[in-house]
Nanobody, 123 residues
Framework: QVQPVESGGGLVQTGGSLRLSCAAKVRADSTYTVAWFRQAPGKDREFVAAMRSNNASTLLRNSVKGRFTIFRDNEKNIVYLQMNSLQPEDTAVYYC????????????????WGRGTQVTVSS
C-alpha cells in the first residue's frame, strides 16, 4: 500500500494525550521522509513533525516541541506521533504524508497523503 493510513485520533481534554499512528510504506534512502501535518477549520495545512526513513532524524514544529514526539516501529512500518499536554489549539485533522524531500516542512514536497484523523481537544 502506497498511501499512508492514519489512526488514533479522538476527543481528549486539555492536558491529555493521544498517540497517532501512520502505516506507511517507506524507502530507505537519504531523503525519504514521513511527516505529520494538521489542518484546523478555516486554516491552511501546517507542518507538525517529520522523520527521515534512513537515519530517523526528526524535525518538529516549534509550538509542539517538548509536547509531541515522532518515532517509529520499523518492524511494523508505523510512524507514531505521541502528543502530550494537548491544548485546544491542537484541534485539527492530522494527516500523514510521505515522499522524497529536502524540505520536510513544506506541504508541497510530499507525494502521498493519508485521509487524515480528527483530533479534538476540549477546554
Amino acid at each position: 500500500q502506497v498511501q499512508p493510513v492514519e489512526s488514533g485520533g479522538g476527543l481528549v481534554q486539555t492536558g491529555g494525550s493521544l498517540r497517532l499512528s501512520c502505516a506507511a510504506k517507506v524507502r530507505a534512502d537519504s531523503t525519504y521522509t514521513v511527516a505529520w501535518f494538521r489542518q484546523a477549520p478555516g486554516k491552511d495545512r501546517e507542518f507538525v513533525a517529520a522523520m527521515r526513513s534512513n537515519n530517523a532524524s526528526t524535525l518538529l514544529r516549534n509550538s509542539v516541541k517538548g509536547r509531541f514526539t515522532i518515532f517509529r516501529d520499523n518492524e511494523k512500518n508505523i510512524v507514531y506521533l505521541q502528543m502530550n499536554s494537548l491544548q485546544p489549539e491542537d484541534t485539527a485533522v492530522y494527516y500523514c504524508a510521505t515522499g522524497r524531500t529536502l524540505r520536510p516542512e513544506l506541504r508541497t514536497a510530499y507525494e502521498y497523503w493519508g485521509r487524515g484523523t480528527q483530533v479534538t481537544v476540549s477546554s
